[in-house]
């Protein structure tokens, strides 16, 4: 959850800077967003920029990786077709016309689809320089050279505009599909992803995409103001201002499709499916009704526990450096490649991704606290290592394949995919007892006079609270305040809730939740700054990447039977194989995450996984 910044390539990155705390979910989810908060490569940061940058203007990400596994077999048909097609061209007298004119059609499609991919690649291209631009303004650029760096990402944002909005992409897209049947499966998804994301930016009118360009800067800075007053009139008309706008677009990507006649659900799924592809509201719905309903009286015995695990290793006085090369130490343990990426210090931790030859983290650090940094970092390197184990046909030995390089279908896959690959290891790796047993004495090591047991620490690390904010939120009650605020943003969209009414039904559903009062508006309905941003239907994937990350957790320990045995021995290469065989190879060939998941664990995405593994782990640890 920390993946919202870049807006027209940048403006998020400064919201989500000012807004989000240390804790990793808000920062994993945000850096994802951000600069391209996993750069302007991915899949997912793309269809952010896509969907609030300038829409049409700013689709700065095309993929993190280059065309596929089977990235030579793109190109295998269009080859031969060619090579057919010059051998009948040596015995003209004797062909056909009627076979003449299908193989100089085949020829003619083989054409345009190598055509096209060269074009996608070049548009790919010029994203990683937006994206090597972006970190470079948020990690090492001096401060006095912002408005040069403005100049020169805008500079390019138009390049990239004409790049991605050429009308000859989507004439080489109709005349290479006019002989499907030489092209296999990848390419055709390929151009199936590429299709849907022109035709869809080219239904949004420009006008419209001026006014959500420019609406996500002011509101940005109405929601400030009134966060800052602890009051929300003044903020709502604004908020209002983004919900039209943003179904507008909605309605306008749907081709003005027919509505429900008693509410907008259709729009609301559209905008879902910007980050969580192929999820609808009422699958959601479904999901998180049994969330709700197992984990409210589940937290209300935990935190009336007479036995709570004491949070003593967390305190004191811990030196950054240290911190640092701890973090470190650990990213690099559980599989980050430094080898091809870096590790740096900014204000807000994000996963920036050039390519799968480069992906840099960031993370931060405090010296009254050594754990909220390492779970940071822990977090953005789940980020990191899925992105350096995309499919990446640029490195193959094949002419063809590399030749593919860097397509769309090759990059990271939903939001909710992506949450789950860092929450798989922030917290189904990172906060539990065998890693504990491995990290204890490394963090005996790292500090003076730090003399707890594996046991206290993976008690500390657990502890279990009330909290007015999200992003500080432990992993037993973040799941209630992700469907709290899907369910607001869904009713407002569905017309079921007004947006002045937004405080009132936000304080209700926290006292019913969570039993937590909220004193102000600050605390409340304004702590979050994605709905100035338009980034509705956002807010899901990060439990859809929780749930989706227990579900992975469970299947790779029955494939892995020594599993916790490995983790306690500080071995995770075969946990990162298997994540990468599961989930990190497939790209973007999959219609969605349950289609995904059914095809590589048997099922579609399931919470029973994770309501067992927080039912179970919080059980054992406050004795209820």
Known sequence: ????????????????????????????????????????????????????????????????????????????????????????????????????????????????????????????????????????????????????????????????????????????????????????????????????????????????????????????????????????TIFAPTLQTCFDTAMAIAKAKMGGGIMDDKNNNNLYDQMLDEYEMGMSQQRIND???????????????????????????????????????????????????????????????????????????????????????????????GHAIYEQNLPNSSTSNNAAAAAAAALSIDSSFTMGTHESQSLFWERHIGLSKAFWKYATPLLQETFDNFEYSADEVYGAVNAVSKSLIRVEADELTYPLHVILRYNIEKDVISGRLSVPDIPQRWNDDMEQLLNVTVPSDDQGCLQDVHWSGLAFGYFPTYLIGAIAAAQLYHYCQMDIPTMEQQIESGNFGNIKSWLTTKVHQHGRRYESLDALLLDQLGEELNPKYFIEYLTEKYSDLYQI
């Open 1 to 232: 959850m920390g993946m919202f910044s870049k807006r027209t390539i940048l403006g998020l990155v400064s919201i989500l800077a000012s807004s989000s705390s240390s804790h990793p979910c808000c920062t994993a989810a945000f850096s994802l967003m951000t600069t391209t908060s996993r750069g302007s490569t991915t899949a997912t940061t793309r269809r952010m920029m896509t969907t609030y940058s300038k829409r049409t203007a700013t689709r700065l990400s095309r993929g993190g990786g280059s065309s596929s596994g089977n990235g030579g077999a793109l190109f295998s048909t269009t080859t031969s077709a060619t090579t057919t097609t010059t051998e009948k061209e040596e015995d003209v007298s004797t062909t056909p016309n009627s076979a003449k004119g299908d193989a100089a059609d085949t020829s003619s499609s083989a054409s345009s689809y190598q055509k096209l991919v060269q074009k996608l690649d070049t548009i790919t291209q010029l994203s990683r320089v937006s994206a090597v631009l972006g970190y470079d303004q948020l990690v090492f650029m001096p401060s006095a050279a912002a408005s040069e760096r403005g100049a020169q990402m805008g500079a390019l944002a138009n390049i990239l505009h004409q790049q991605q909005t050429d009308p000859e992409l989507l004439e080489l897209m109709d005349q290479a599909m006019k002989h499907s049947e030489t092209l296999d499966t990848d390419a055709i998804r390929l151009i199936e992803l590429e299709r849907k994301a022109f035709l869809e930016n080219q239904r949004v009118p420009a006008e419209l995409a001026s006014k959500a360009a420019s609406l996500s800067s002011s509101a940005y800075q109405d929601w400030v103001a009134a966060k800052e007053a602890q009051d929300f």
């Open 287 to 381: 999901i998180f009704d049994q969330v709700q309903t197992e984990l409210v009286p589940l937290i209300s015995k935990v935190l009336n526990s007479p036995t709570p695990p004491s949070t003593k290793p967390l305190e004191g006085t811990f030196d950054m450096e240290q911190q640092q090369q701890l973090s470190t130490k650990l990213v690099q343990a559980i599989g980050f490649d430094s080898t091809k990426g870096r590790i740096d210090v900014s204000v807000h931790p994000f996963t920036s991704s050039m390519s799968p030859m480069d992906v840099r983290i960031t993370s931060r650090f405090r010296t009254t606290d050594w754990y909220q940094g390492l779970a940071g970092s822990i977090h953005e390197a």
